[in-house]
């Protein structure tokens, strides 16, 4: 595997590195849940102001993103044995 310098290029992964990249322990599943559920309530907890919409629609964004990614490994994640 090379090491990328960049956020527009990827690793070349073999099949099987791709496989075991998604394996996770049970301790690094209970960790991703725990950031999720942080900033999934830190989101909720967000309050409106209509004298600043922009930091509003921001900070909802980097949350919503923040949680959209920690979804998706934990959906594609394999609990390792």
Do not use: C, W
């Not at 099987?16 to 960790?31: G, H, I, P, V, W």
């Not at 409106?48 to 919409?53: A, C, G, M, V």
Request: charged residues 20%.
């Amino acid at each position: 595997m090379m090491k990328v310098l960049s956020s527009f290029e990827t690793y070349a992964l073999t099949e099987d590195e791709q496989k075991t990249s998604t394996f996770f322990s049970s301790l690094q599943l209970a960790r991703l849940h725990n950031l999720r559920t942080t900033y999934a309530l830190a989101r909720l907890d967000l309050t409106f102001d209509p004298t600043k919409p922009t930091k509003f629609m921001q900070e909802e964004a980097a949350l919503h993103g923040s949680i959209e990614v920690l979804t998706l490994l934990i959906d594609e994640a394999i609990p390792s044995q």
